[in-house]
């Protein structure tokens, strides 16, 4: 896979917009994270759901509306099984932050070879993510597939209330 692979509409509109109605509800359960890495200090805040643990399993009933997403991404990258779904929740902070690089599935504070990471974005707005270095614009249902030996940040944007993306690791 070359550094980065942009799928522009992952998703079919009606199901991209099925899945944005949901995270956008008024019902839908976003939980506090008062650092957006729980293995360092930093003083960022992010709201995440978890959909999906690879040692648990569905961590989340919202999980089985989500879940037909790795069928969609399968045709683009193959793999052979879903390590985590986690969505998360940037709120307009009215200066834009970029939150620590860091690589997302690790053992022994290493990131671990052979795993893919998908960033799916919600919304179009000018935050981001950044990946080695790169700057990679938030877009609504564009997909960023990268190695997860790859460090990446995100971008918090100034331009909306919030941010919202969908981060998938597979194996």
């Not at 877009?139 to 995100?154: M, Q, R, T, V």
Request: glycine share 2%; net charge positive.
């Amino acid at each position: 896979m070359k550094m980065v692979k942009i799928e522009k509409n992952l998703l079919p509109s009606i199901y991209f917009n099925h899945l944005y109605n949901i995270v956008t509800s008024n019902n839908f359960c976003w939980f506090w994270e008062s650092q957006t890495l729980s293995d360092t200090k930093d003083d960022h805040f992010m709201f995440a759901h978890v959909l999906f643990a690879f040692e648990h399993g569905p961590a989340s009933n919202a999980f089985k509306e989500f879940e037909p997403i790795i069928y969609f991404l399968d045709s683009k990258i193959k793999f052979k099984k879903l390590l985590r779904m986690k969505l998360n929740l940037y709120t307009n902070q009215n200066k834009i932050i970029e939150h620590l690089a860091h690589t997302d599935i690790n053992d022994n504070d290493k990131p671990r070879e052979n795993v893919n990471i998908t960033i799916l974005n919600f919304t179009t707005c000018n935050g981001g993510t950044v990946i080695k270095n790169k700057r990679y614009p938030s877009n609504k249902n564009e997909a960023l597939i990268f190695d997860n030996l790859y460090k990446h940040s995100g971008l918090v944007q100034t331009d909306t209330q919030t941010r919202i993306l969908l981060n998938i690791a597979t194996e």
